[in-house]
T-cell receptor, first 115, second 112 residues
Framework: DAMVIQNPRYQVTQFGKPVTLSCSQT?????MYWYQQKSSQAPKLLFH???????NEADTPDNFQSRRPNTSFCFLDIRSPGLGDAAMYLC??????????????FGPGTRLTVT | AQSVTQPDIHITVSEGASLELRCNYS??????LFWYVQSPGQGLQLLLK??????LVQGIKGFEAEFKRSQSSFNLRKPSVHWSDAAEYFC??????????FGSGTQLTVLP
């Protein structure tokens, strides 16, 4: 089945130690998103790619970076994780992002713990 | 500013009872509307969506939602709740900007 895959499902990192989360999709969607979701809160959009065009949300900290080497893969890099970055990170895709008339498909998420 | 409001943080219903989760939106024009469900430790699954046309939308797992323009609402309903429906439910909307605005979520507890 076509899907959005996130690896790993659980990630533990140390304070200040860089970490990378990965997302892959078999849907061939042109838009990929990264969300941060803290406990009992709604997902918060960090950034998205429309094809290779990177779009950063205004309030996304510089500590968060992203790479999209090809259509199928997208990475979230946290350069120096702080305790406040512990959260669930959700990857999503959509077929066309111009008007968001197409729904977003979410991966299962990666739970990040910072020690 | 665009916003989505889910007034109920937590709802408890008995298994077999009917369910209605409320959602109100504030947008300049009618946005695209969605309901997602999230089980603990999982990603979001789309239940249903409204783009235009028939204001009563059928979704998966027996859910439906009704779009009411006059009330700026898009409430989710299910006639008979199952224990497996216990989860968090998010209403979301998008307009012309490339962004999905989520409500704060409603946690559903189902009593046996």
């Amino acid at each position: 089945d076509a899907m959005v895959i996130q690896n790993p499902r659980y990630q533990v990192t140390q304070f200040g130690k860089p970490v990378t989360l990965s997302c892959s999709q078999t849907l061939n969607h042109n838009v990929m998103y990264w969300y941060q979701q803290k406990s009992s809160q709604a997902p918060k959009l960090l950034f998205h790619y429309y094809d290779k065009d990177f779009n950063n949300e205004a309030d996304t900290p510089d500590n968060f970076q992203s790479r999209r080497p090809n259509t199928s893969f997208c990475f979230l890099d946290i350069r120096s994780p702080g305790l406040g970055d512990a959260a669930m990170y959700l990857c999503a895709t959509s077929r066309d992002g111009l008007t968001l008339s197409y729904e977003q498909y979410f991966g299962p998420g990666t739970r990040l713990t910072v020690t | 500013a665009q916003s989505v409001t889910q007034p109920d943080i937590h709802i408890t219903v008995s298994e077999g009872a009917s369910l209605e989760l409320r959602c109100n939106y504030s947008y300049g024009a009618t946005p695209y509307l969605f309901w997602y469900v999230q089980s603990p430790g999982q990603g979001l699954q789309l239940l249903l969506k409204y783009f235009s046309g028939d204001t009563l939308v059928q979704g998966i797992k027996g859910f439906e939602a009704e779009f009411k323009r006059s009330q700026s609402s898009f409430n989710l309903r299910k006639p008979s709740v199952h224990w497996s429906d216990a989860a968090e439910y998010f209403c979301a909307a998008s307009g012309s900007a490339r962004q999905l605005t989520f409500g704060s979520g409603t946690q559903l507890t189902v009593l046996p």
